[in-house]
DNA sequence: GCCTGTGATGTATACTTATACATCGACAAT
DNA sequence: ATTGTCGATGTATAAGTATACATCACAGGC
């Protein structure tokens, strides 16, 4: 059983952003697993998690976020920057979006399928996403809205 | 003064072992730097410091602090443009390394690393490293401390 | 069958970290 | 000179995490 569990904190911590032991505890309960914040705490320990301002990772960045995409499902920008974004920022008329390593491509594909009026393209690093706004008023508009995404 | 101390907070961490809030600020008041906790952790939040169970570390570094470090530790942004770099211009806020082929992802990785403020994000390509910095004036700076790395 | 040791877990709480609120100093605009 | 804004910081405390203690299930030895 417990085997099981410390298997599914590593799926869920892969794929979504969990930024406490109470919010990890919520994600395991609608898998089915109920445990308390203590065993959570000593699991987390054990699997010797990073907490970070991005919340939780496993050790080892390679084996972090890079999830292979449904080629027939488009994924909605909202998800992606949840589970792949960790910080945004500024520069001009340009937006630095940093994620876990392997989830530039995915935040930029959705950012593509989101086609907001004020991103001109963006290009795609391994934990990089450069995206290219008309000016500099509209790369405000496009850092506050991402950042929103990040906060919730 | 901030900037003193947020070196002051990379030095230490990248020397001893931290495991709490309250160590560093004991640690930072034999350096002659007096603050509370409450601004550790904002200073920490801000440097995107990592803890887990070997204590807090370096974004980029070793994923997990208890491990001891092996034979590929991160190598010195230095040696990388040493290595792997041809040229540098600089475009408004924007700074273009060109590098011999494959060279390009190192030498992001180790600016990645390199943590420096007047950095917002790195792009790579083949031979091509796009680094996004805040304003033109800080792509100045940091065009002319790689161009002297080329130049030793 | 009984006893002992071990690992897992929950409860309660100690300990650690994040932040609401207030204050201050620097700086720009008027 | 005055006023408003902003970033930095401290205080107090809310929120989050680690662990002391107790309990239980199970396996192994006698």
Redesign the interface.
């Known amino acids: 059983m417990k085997e099981q569990r410390l298997n599914a904190i590593r799926e869920v911590l892969s794929s979504t952003l969990v930024t406490s032991q109470d919010e990890l505890r919520r994600k395991l309960r609608r898998r089915g697993i109920d445990v308390t914040q203590a065993t959570l705490s000593r699991d987390m ?1 054990e699997l ?7 919340g939780y ?1 496993l ?3 390679v084996a972090n976020g890079a999830q292979e995409l449904d080629d027939d499902a488009p994924p909605v920008l909202n998800e992606m920057i949840d589970s792949f974004g960790l ?1 945004v ?4 008329n ?1 937006v ?3 994620t876990v390593m392997g989830g530039a491509a995915p935040v930029a594909a959705a950012m593509d399928r989101a086609g907001w009026q004020e991103v001109v393209g963006t ?6 996403v ?1 995206v290219i706004c008309p000016d500099v008023k509209r790369a405000g508009d496009v850092e506050e809205r991402i950042r929103k995404m990040l906060e919730s």
């Open positions: 320990h010797r998690l990073m907490k970070g301002p991005g990772s050790p080892g960045s910080r920022r500024q520069a001009m340009q630095v979006i940093v290009l795609a690093g391994d934990d990089t450069l």
